[in-house]
């Protein structure tokens, strides 16, 4: 450990921020979008040396000064943030980091959990904790071969029916991951409430929550990645490359897509899907959007008219369970986070 101490840095502090984003910058880091904490060392001149950040239970935005290289900078801010969280109740933590920076946080604590070679490293504070991931899931292996699926339901809609339908009605058995960080318009418990009541018709069908080893878009760091093309793809490759071994674990040899015409990003999400999946034995089944009155049905299309007000007009784009459940007191919530929202297109 060094002689320095790390401290928290205050939003309203423009100084501070400053120095954090040009440090950031002179280690080739642009500042992320989701940080809720951010930290750094001083010297004695009151520049900064070293920084870090938090977004829920991940460490982002680590970087020190190359002329203070070596000097334990990096241990002090990693063992700052982790006590931060320690603090908050998170006890399993998660970072990413450049490849060639991995092997500064192993000594810290950190264990490698899957790489993008030459782009990123995903890493945890357990030594086990993918292991006991895969052990808690065992319940839904089979010896059958089987499908997967996961999805937002950022509310769910006819669209997403319509590609459980398709996977419930082509394998035996169908495991459905919702992923379960709560960063959409509507709530995680929503999101699950409304998938099991759909998925309840279909016995075949498992509905698993999809805990930290399932990443979306939301929580992605792009930070070290410069261009926007470039992250969906290591993104999606990252994502795959966890998700095969998941799909062995639970012998599952499909995964089902929604087909996205209209979104670029989505395009090359599924184009880095069929790149890696079918290379480690899970075939990648896209299917084609389901329409409704001329156009494909969409969850964005459904929070503009929640949020509008217009039940109505989103009823013939969802099933029976979500209006029900979205029209009844447990919506509630989610309705007035959509209608509060400024933009409700891309959560």
Known sequence: MSEYVASAISKSDKRAQQQMDALLAAEGIARDRNLTYSAAIWDEDGRMIATGSLFENTLRCLAVDGAHRGEGLMADIVAHLV?????????????????????????????????????????????????????????????????????????????????????????????????????????????????????????????????????????????????????????AALDATLFTRIAKALNLTRRYVGEEPFSHTTCLYNEALASVLPQNGVELVVVPRKEAQGAAISASHVRELIKQGDMEALRPLVPETTYAYLTGPLGQKAIARIQAAGDVRHH
């Not at 092997?103 to 959990?113: D, R, S, V, W, Y």
């Not at 995903?122 to 089987?146: I, K, Q, V």
């Not at 080893?213 to 793809?233: E, H, N």
């Open 83 to 235: 006590q931060v969280q320690m603090d908050r109740g998170n006890t399993h933590l998660f970072l990413y980091t450049k490849c060639d920076s991995a092997k500064f946080f192993a000594p810290l604590g950190f264990t490698e959990i899957a790489r993008v070679e030459g782009k990123l490293v995903f890493m945890e504070n357990r030594r086990d904790g993918f292991a006991r991931y895969l052990r808690a899931l065992a319940p839904y292996a089979g010896e059958t071969p089987g499908a997967a699926v996961v999805m937002n339901a950022n509310p769910f809609t006819l669209g997403h029916a319509y590609l459980l339908e398709r996977a419930a009605s082509e394998n035996d058995r169908v495991v459905l991951f919702v992923l379960s960080e709560d960063r959409s318009l509507v709530p995680f418990c929503d999101r699950l409430a409304m998938v099991r009541a759909a998925a309840a018709r279909y016995a075949n069908v498992s509905v698993v929550e999809s805990g930290s080893y399932m990443i979306s878009s939301a929580t992605f760091p792009s930070y070290f990645l410069k261009d926007g093309d470039l992250v969906t793809r290591t993104h």
